[in-house]
C-alpha cells in the first residue's frame, strides 16, 4: 500500500469537502475491494475518505413499493432484513450470496453500486428491478447509473446516499460463481414488474452489467423458463478468461435465466 | 500401555493443538529479532529476459534503506540439486547454475533480481519500485514440445531444453509383448501442473553474530539439516557448526517447504553484510511465483492385454517439466518416484517407460505431496478404466484379474521395486462396500430423473514411500543418504525429551511419536516431550516427506527407545542384584523374572543421573541415546479410492457425491490422526481432479496467480469423506508401519475423473482432462455429441 | 501519524500507525497479537479472521485506523483463561486442525457461525466457510467440529 491521509467525517457533507480539499482523494465504503486494491498498489490516492462515520448513510426503509437502502448499509445487513426478506425477497437472498460471511459484514451496497466491478452482484439487482440511485445531489435511474468497467455516472465528489428499488411481482437471482474467485461469472436477475419483465447479467458482459432486451420481450409475453430457452446473448459481446469462454459464459445466461425465473415462480 | 490408552492404536487428542488453537503456535513470521530489518524480494516480471543494467541508486537512498543488494553483489555457490539422474545413454542430466540473485539473465517469472532491506517492510516495498532493471526481453518457451524442438533455449550454456532421457525397463521385452497382444488400450493423459499452497507463505529470517561468527537461520522448512547442508556447504559456504537452522512451527508444506530456497541463502548472507537480522515473507502473489509446483507431466501410454484382459506389457512415454532450474529434488520426480510405480498394483509382467525431462521458462517444479506417484497412478487408472471400457469388463473385474495376488509377496516388480505386502482384493472390496456400490444404479436412475447425470470412478493403486534405503537411492543418483535420526534424552526425574530429524507441520508428529515412547516406557504423554526443527538441538535429520516420518523418524526413536531401555536393564539388574538377562521391563516397571522384585523407570533415571553406587566399569552414567535408523526397503501402502459424482449436463457442474476411502498404510498408531492425514491428501487429490491448475500463457506469464484465479478447494467444494483402513504390516519396520500421508493425493485423482467419464461416457465422452472445470466438462459434453451421434 | 484507539480482547489499547497499517499488521506488530495470520493477499484465505464488535471480518482487508473506537476480539481472547472456548475445545476433540496456521480465521470464524446461525445444516456450515480455506483437513473434521459446537457452545 502507498502512503496516504486518512480521515473520517460525519456527515456527507464534510465527506465532500475533504475530499474536494485532497490533491487526489477517494472515499472508501466497507473497503471490500479498494482495500485489496490498495494492497496490490493498484491504485495510489492521496486521501482515504472513509464514510463509515456517516451514520445518515445507514438503514433500510420499506414504504410502499419501494425498499430504500442506506449506501452504507452491509450486505449482511440487508440479507438478514426481515424487511427486505418480506417485500423483494431475491434481493435479501442476493445479498445474502455476496462474498464470504466476512465480506458481508464490512462490505456495504453503495460502495458495490459505485465500483460497478462488473462482476458484482448488485448492479443486475439495480437494472432488473428499476432501482433509483439517490446520491447527495441527485437521483439517477439505474439505466444511466452503470456505464461501463468499473465507471458510473457518478462525479468524483458525488456520494452515494441510498439505493431505491421498487418491488416486483416476481423476482430472482442465479449466480454461477467463478470457481476460483466466487465472484459472479455469470448472474442473472430476472424481475416480472408492473413495467414489464426486466432481464439484467453481471459478470459476463465486455462493459459490465446489461439488460438482455430479447429475454424481456419474450418473459413479458410469457414468463416462463421455456420463453428464455432457445434465446441467446451474442457471445461477441461477452467476456473471455481462462475460467469461461464466450461461449460458455452465452450457453450460461440462457441456463441461468431459465434457471431465475423457474426460481421466481 | 499405559491406563487411559497412549500407546500404539490409540486416539489420541493432538498435545501441540492448545498452542495453535489459542494463538500461541509460533511460526516464522511471529519471530522477531532485536534489531531486525525487513526484506522485499524484487522480482522478474519477465519470463526470460538479459538484464543490462540495474540502477539501484534511488532505491539505496530512500527512507528507512539499510542496503540493496544485486547478483552483482551477490557472488556465491549455485543452489544444489540433490539427485543426478543418468540419460539412457550413460550421459549425467544437464545441471545449469541456478543463482540465488540473478546473473544477468532472467528465466521465470518471479526469478529473484535484488534484495531490498529496510526498517519496514512497507519502505523496503516503497523503494524497490525505484530499482531501474534495463531489460531485453528474450522470446520464452512455455510449452515442453516446442522446448524440446524450438530455437529458444533457457540456458544458452547447455545448448539444449532437454535436462535428461531417461529410460527404465526393457524396451524390446515390452515391444515384443506388445506384438503378440489381443488388444491394445491407448491414451494420451496431461497431469496438470498444480501450485502447493501451503496456507503459511515461505518466510526466512537470517541472522549473522559478529561475536561468534555464527548465522542463524529461521525458515519454513520441512527439513532444516537438509537446508543447512545444501546452503551451507554448496551456495554459501559456511561450515555447519558456524551455522544454525531453525524451522519453528510451520503451517504446512505439502513437498513445497522441502526444497531449499533462494530467498534463504539470501536473507543469511545479507545479515553478515548488513549486521542485522532480516527477515523476509512473502505474500500469497509473491508464493505463487516463487514456491516450487508440482506434477505437469505430458504422457502417451499403452496398455497390451490378451484377450482375457490380462495385462501383457505397458509402454509409457512421459515429458516431465523442469521448470527453469533444477530444484532440490526436481529430477527424481518423474523418474525414480514415477516410473517406478509404473506396475501399480498389477501383475504386469513387462514395462518400459521413457522420460524426458524439459527446462522452460516458468517456476520450477519439484515435488508435491505424492511427488511421481500421484502421476503415475493417474496414468495407470486411466488406462486400466477405459481398458475395461473397451474390453466390456467391468471396472472391478479387469482389476481383481490382474492384481498382484496376496501369496505373492514379496512381490519384484518390472521397474525395480520389491513390494513387501499388501492384499488388494481386501481394500477393494471394502471400499465396494463402504461405497455401496450395489445402491450405485438406484442413484443414478435418481440423478437423471433430476436431468444430472451420475459416475462412479475406481482407483486401485500402491505407492512407494517411507523414503527411502540410502544404498537404493545412492545408486540411483541421489547425493544424500535418507536415514532418519532420533535421540532420547532420559532426564535424571525420569520424563523423557525425544529430538528428531522429523519436522512437524501438520502432521502431528508430537502426538504420535509421543505414543510411542509411551508404548515402549509405559509412560503418560504428559512426561514426553518431542523437539524438532532445529538443528542446534536435534543432532541430524534427513525430515519430512514421503510419507516418511513414521516409517523412518519413529523407527529411528523406538531403536533409540530400545537402547534406553537396554541399558536401564542394565541399571536395574545392578540396584537390584540380579542378572541383565532375568530383568523384565512392562508397562514402565522392572523386575527380576520369577520374583516380586521390582523398580519403577523413574528410579532407574534417577540412578543413572546420580551413580553414587553404579558400575562403572560396565556402565557410563546417564540414560541417553542416539539412533540412526535406514530402511531396509521402501513402504508399499496402497488400496482402492471410489468416487461417485453427479454432473449437470447443462452447466458442467461436477458434485462429489461420495468419496470412499479403503487404504492400507500398515499398523496404525494413532487412528484419528491417519484419518485426518487421508482426508487432507483426498482434498488435495479432488482439488487436482476438480479445481486446481496452474496456467501459464504462451510469454510464460502467470494467469494464475493469486487465488483470484487459481482455485483453492473449499468447503463446500467437497463432501464429508468415507476413510477406513485394511491392514498388512510393513514386513521390514518393527512397527510394521507403511505411511499415510500422501495416500489420499495420489489414490483419489483418477477416481474422480473415472467417476466424471462413467457420468457421461454415454454422451460420447471418452476423456476430460484434469481440472475437470465446468468449463472444461461443458466443453467435453458439447465436442463428445456430435461425434457420438455419428457413432 | 494517527493515533488509534480501541479495546482488544477486553484491553484498552491504542498506538501510532501509518494510516495505511491494516488491522492484521497492528496486531501482530504492535500488540505482538501473532495468532491472527496472514495466508493471503486477495481477502479470500481468512487465516485473519477477528470479531469487530461480535462480528467476524477479515482484519487483512481493513486499516488499524477504520477500527477506531470498537471492541476487537482475536484467537488469544477467546479461551476463559485456561479453559478453552468450546469451538476450541470441540476443534481439539474433533482433529478439526494440522499445521494451525488456518485455525485462528476459521475458529473465529466458526463462532460467529455458530453465534448467528446456530442450527446450521452440514451444507450452511459448507458455505459459511467459503471465506476460509484449509489445505490440511480436507474441512470433515472442521465440519464435524462446528457441529459439535453447535451443541456446546
Redesign the interface.
Known sequence: MYAFDYHKPSSVADAIAVLKKADDGTFVAGGMTLIPTLKQRLAQPSDLIDLGGVKELVGITVSGNTVTIGAMTTHAAVAKSAEVAKAIPALAALAGGIGDPQVRNRGTIGGSVANNDPAADYPAACLALGATIKTDKREVKADDFFTGLFETDLAEDEVIVSVSFPTADKAAYMKFDNPASRYALVGVFVAKTAGGAKVAVTGAGQNGVFRVPEMEKALSANWSADAVAGLKVNAGTLNADIHASADYRAHLITVMAKRAVAAAG | MPDGGTGIGAAVKRVEDKRFLTGRGNYTDDINRPGQTYAYILRSPHAHAKINKIDTSAATSAPGIVAVFTGADMQVGSIPCGWQIHSKDGSPMHEPAHPPLAQGKVRCVGDQVAIVIADSYSQAKDAAEKIVVDYTPLPAVVDMSKALSGKTLVHDEIGTNLCYDWAIGDEALTDAAFAKAAHVTKIDIVNNRLIPNAMEPRAAIGEYDQATGEYTLYTTSQNPHVIRLLMGAFVLSIPEHKLRVVAPDVGGGFGSKIFHYAEEAIVTWASSRVRRPIKWTADRSEAFMSDAHGRDHVTHAELAMDSEGKFLALKVDTKANMGAYLSTFASSVPTYLYATLLAGVYTTPVIYCNVKAVFTNTIPVDAYRGAGRPEASYLLERLVDRAARELGLSQADIRRRNFIPTDAFPYQTPVALQYDSGNYTATLDSAQKAADVDGFAARRKASEARGKRRGLGYSTYVEACGIAPSAVVGSLGARAGLYESAEVRVHPTGSVTVFTGSHSHGQGHETTFAQLVSEKLGMPMENIEISHGDTNKVQFGMGTYGSRSLAVGGEAIVKALDKVIAKAKKIAAHIMEASDSDIEFKDGVFTVAGTDKTLPFGQVALTAYVPHNFPHQELEPGLDEKAFYDPLNFTFPGGCHICEVEVDPDTGVVTVERMTAVDDVGRVVNPMIVAGQIHGGLAQGIGQALLEGCVYDEDGQLLTGSYMDYTMPRADNLPSFSVGTETTLCTHNSLGVKGCGEVGAIGSPPSVINAVVDALWDLGVRDVKMPASPQVVWAAINSARPAAAAE | M?TVTMTVNGKKVSGEV???T?LVQFL?ENLH???????????????C?VH?NG????S????A??A?GTEVT???G??NGDE?HPM?AA???H?G????????GM?M?AV??VK?KPKAS??E???????????????????KAIQHAQQTM
Not at chain 3, 55 to 58: E, N
Not at chain 3, 60 to 63: A, E, R
Not at chain 3, 125 to 143: A, F
Open positions: 494517527p501509518e494510516a495505511r491494516l501482530r497479537l501473532t495468532g491472527t495470520h496472514v495466508g493471503c493477499d486477495t481477502s479470500q484465505c481468512g487465516a479472521v469487530i462480528d467476524s471480518a477479515k487483512c482487508s481493513m486499516l485506523v477504520q477506531e482475536t484467537i488469544e477467546l479461551a478453552l476450541q476443534f481439539k476433540e482433529h486442525l494440522q499445521c494451525g496456521f488456518c485455525t485462528p475458529v470464524s460467529d457461525l448467528k452440514e451444507h456450515i459448507r458455505e459459511w466457510l467459503e471465506g476460509n480455506i484449509c489445505r490440511c483437513t480436507g474441512y470433515h473434521n472442521i465440519v
